[in-house]
């Protein structure tokens, strides 16, 4: 498959989004790109929306940083299905199968790939993509960015699997945040549930239910 030279897009301070297009891409006008709203997380902005077309190929990425001051191990999970949610619903696609990977792990950045199959109308379309999420500036805002690849079922895999192959982010991340005093206080509870009864009505809430159930508990005497 021929390409053009990868785009670099800035999604949060000294991180970039390097996105590779396909020969002959269009660019997808701003009004047709369904929108994201992250309005729900405080301090969350959208940085990057980005939208080809090519042969009947589209390739579309989103970025968006958010505050991570209550970030604690394994809210990647979390993070991740919800990017799943976004980019499902923003697809424009009938979904008939979803598969997500695994998300691998380095000490700078979560990567996690899916693809899935649907239909366009009548039109059978294989989807592919990645989740990538990491770290950046001073601060240590989270920076999440989505790419996915649709291109008819027939045939398809090649096209998006080199175009996937060659994006990523990259730049200046830096390594995850030490919890906050809200994960704090969730493993005291964790660990010490009798004397946290009132806590843990303070705390409730979808997410903080997950990272209670996922934390071990002391094994009694």
């Known amino acids: 498959m021929s390409s053009i030279a990868p785009e670099v897009h800035g999604v949060a301070p000294g991180v970039a989004l390097r996105l590779l297009l396909p020969a002959g891409a269009r660019d997808t006008p701003a009004e047709a790109l369904p929108p994201i709203d992250v309005s729900a997380i405080a301090g969350a902005k959208v940085t990057l929306r980005r939208g080809v077309d090519a042969d009947g190929l589209s390739l579309r990425a989103v970025c968006a940083t958010a505050p991570s001051r209550q970030w604690v191990t394994g809210l990647e999970e979390l993070v991740l299905d919800r990017a799943t949610g976004l980019v499902r619903g923003a697809l424009g696609v009938a979904i ?6 695994q998300i691998r792990a ?7 790939a899916f693809e899935g199959a649907g239909k366009v ?12 999420l990491g770290f950046a500036g001073s601060e240590r805002d989270a920076a ?22 060659a994006t990523g982010i990259e730049g200046a991340l830096v390594g995850a945040p030490e919890p906050g005093a809200l994960a704090r206080a ?10 946290a009864t009132a806590a843990i009505g303070v705390l ?13 508990r002391p094994r009694p005497l």
């Open 106 to 112: 380095d000490a700078r950045r979560f990567e996690q």
């Open 186 to 195: 969730i493993f005291v509870a964790a660990e010490h549930p009798a004397a």
């Open 144 to 165: 999440l960015c989505s790419v996915v690849c649709l291109e008819p079922a027939q045939g398809a895999g090649a096209r998006c699997g080199e175009l996937l192959g």
């Open 204 to 216: 409730a809430g979808a997410g903080v239910a997950v990272l209670l159930a996922r934390r071990p």
């Open 121 to 132: 109308g009548e039109r059978a379309m294989a989807i592919r993509g990645r989740h990538m």
């Open 96 to 101: 008939e199968r979803w598969e997500a990977g």
